[in-house]
């Protein structure tokens, strides 16, 4: 029986949900012309900003998480939420308007779940947002304890472990006592000591689509995503008290990420995916503090509620996060673990949030918060650059994007060895092709006689387009655009920028970075030898060597298609 929802329309299902918090909601308003919910005593607060410290803290991701992430907007946690379609990413155009509207004088705080679109999204308009003088530091949040390291070729899962490094976050913004740079190094510092599980007795059903997986009655599924993603198991339904033993036992199994110390304390989050009515949640609840106290775990701050959902999904997760002393740097001043209760502990106000103060008095102010224009810059500087520099930039470009249109229908016919589900050979060739040829259709128009105007161009011309290529891309060039000097005689600075952006914010780990794993060869030949020629030879060499690690036996297609650009840009170099 096909599963009926009140909705008007599936595609427009996110603006209506967004309109009806708003219509219930005086303390939140819109970004104009964005899914975008920010705080809507925004500009008082910024004026207010009284300590050195305080920044913004901005989060967001796919919708039907509700109340996450725009109910948590409010003071004493977001500052601003950014929504993508139903477990979609939202675009870099709205993640950057955000952090150009909400940025206060110590900068933003992007705090990301670790899924790959999310990751590239928001890492890219974290580079943007830098380029036009915006502190921005990103701390990405994976925290699922149901995939072991054989099976999560990407890292863990963000989950509502999510909800506490936000909690920190933004009760250290309030604060205004510590720079954003502290205040991001403790909270990856902190993530490490999250784990979560949980358990299903439904599929969510995603608008328009259907449920996501088949859950014959009377079954349960451990381990499941918030994104319909099956679990790692399936058992018959239990009690509440069996099913807790049974998540417990996985989460501090030995192949877990995080084992909790049996003599610790911890802060419990119960966390509802959407379906689980309220007595179901209270007694998993109850269920749960009691086995953790019989295993010797002292439970010394609780919270159950609906935080981060699957849409309907009847499920819970259990999370909990080891309440010790965070091991940070030399360069990080301690921080105890009394005073992560305290920031636990500190006001908050949020539509999603229920364990907080009264809400503040938001009717007085204004309705809508525009974004800031961003920062112009003074000249052009094309009158300073002769003809022979646009010649040469406009023979890379082409030489490479004719070079990866000629042989797509090489990587077409090559499969994948792994990575994750977003990584797919099978589209990677037509993706690769649709970008080229957008690029080659561009190129009379594209900015020519200054190399950064040109990458930062190409960057965004390749964010308009569809799949993998267009995301990695997009971001390597908009971080190399920050680099490169007015020539391009310094194309190896504009390389290791580039390489560094795909390192940084590519959750995949080394081995299966297809892309990566053919440039970083490419860069390490280039700052030995300085010659393009070299980074070429070792690029494609690079991605030879991809086979032994493809399922297939055969090179990676994005890894091939590193070694054939980097060849055409090394022969268009030669000329003069």
């Not at 595609?11 to 920010?38: N, Y």
């Not at 399922?551 to 000329?575: D, N």
């Amino acid at each position: 029986m096909a599963t009926v929802q009140l909705l008007n329309s599936p595609s427009q299902c996110v603006d209506d949900a967004l309109e009806g918090l708003l219509a219930t909601q005086p303390g939140l308003a819109w970004l104009r012309g964005h899914r975008v919910i920010v705080r809507r005593d925004l500009a008082r607060w910024r004026a207010g900003c009284a300590h050195p410290h305080r920044f913004s803290v901005v989060s967001g991701g796919g919708s039907g998480h509700e109340p996450a992430h725009a109910g948590l907007v409010g003071p004493g946690l977001l500052t601003a939420a950014v929504c993508g379609d139903v477990f979609a990413s939202p675009p870099v155009s709205a993640i950057l308007a955000t952090l150009r509207a909400v940025a206060a004088p110590a900068g933003v705080l992007l705090i990301v779940m670790n899924y790959t679109g999310d990751r590239l999204n928001f890492g890219l308009a974290a580079e943007r947002a830098r380029a036009e003088g915006v502190p921005v530091e990103m701390v990405v949040v994976g925290e699922d304890s149901a995939l072991t390291g054989r099976d999560r070729s990407a890292g863990r899962r963000g989950l509502a472990g999510t909800i506490f490094i936000e909690k920190l976050a933004g009760a250290c913004a309030e604060e205004g006592r510590r720079p954003l740079a502290e205040v991001a190094a403790l909270l990856r510092a902190v993530v490490h000591q999250v784990a979560t599980i949980s358990v299903s007795l439904s599929a969510c059903v995603k608008p328009g689509v259907g449920p996501s997986f088949d859950l014959p009655s009377g079954s349960m599924e451990i381990g499941v995503g918030i994104h319909g993603e099956a679990g790692v198991g399936r058992v018959p339904a239990v009690t509440a008290d069996r099913a807790v033993a049974m998540m417990l036992d996985h989460l501090t199994s030995a192949e877990s990420p995080v084992s909790l110390r049996l003599s610790g304390k911890v802060a419990l989050l119960v966390n509802s995916l959407g379906g689980l009515s309220d007595v179901e949640l209270r007694v998993v609840t109850t269920a749960a503090v009691t086995e953790l106290r019989r295993r010797g775990v002292e439970v010394v701050r609780c919270r159950a509620g609906r935080l981060i959902t699957s849409l309907a999904m009847s499920g819970v997760s259990l999370t909990v996060l080891n309440v010790c002393d965070p091991e940070l740097g030399d360069s990080v001043p301690p921080v105890t673990a009394e005073q992560l209760l305290e920031w636990l502990d500190a006001s908050a106000s949020a539509p999603g949030w229920r364990y907080s103060a009264a809400p503040r008095d938001f009717h007085h102010l204004p309705r809508v918060v525009f974004p800031r224009a961003p920062q112009s810059t003074e000249g052009d500087g094309g009158s300073a650059q002769d003809d022979c520099v646009a010649r040469r930039l406009s023979r890379c470009v082409e030489f490479a994007a004719r070079a990866l249109l000629a042989c797509s229908g090489q990587m077409e016919r090559l499969e994948s060895g792994g990575g994750d589900s977003s990584d797919s050979s099978a589209l990677y060739g037509g993706q690769m092709a649709a970008l080229c040829r957008s690029v080659l259709d561009a190129l009379p128009d594209l900015p020519l006689s200054r190399p950064s105007d040109l990458l930062s161009s190409l960057s965004e011309l390749c964010e308009r387009s569809a799949g993998l290529p267009g995301e990695e891309y997009s971001l390597a060039l908009a971080a190399a655009a920050a680099a490169i000097s007015e020539t391009p005689d310094d194309w190896v600075g504009a390389l290791r920028r580039g390489t560094e952006a795909l390192r940084n914010w590519s959750p995949v780990p080394p081995g299966q970075r297809w892309t990566l794993d053919a440039l970083q060869p490419a860069l390490d030949a280039a700052e030995r030898t300085g010659t393009a020629e070299a980074a070429a030879e070792a690029a494609q060499l690079a991605a030879e060597q991809t086979a032994a690690r493809t399922a297939s036996g055969r090179p990676a297609p994005a890894a091939h298609a590193v070694g054939v650009w980097v060849r055409a840009v090394a022969e268009a170099l030669k000329l003069h």
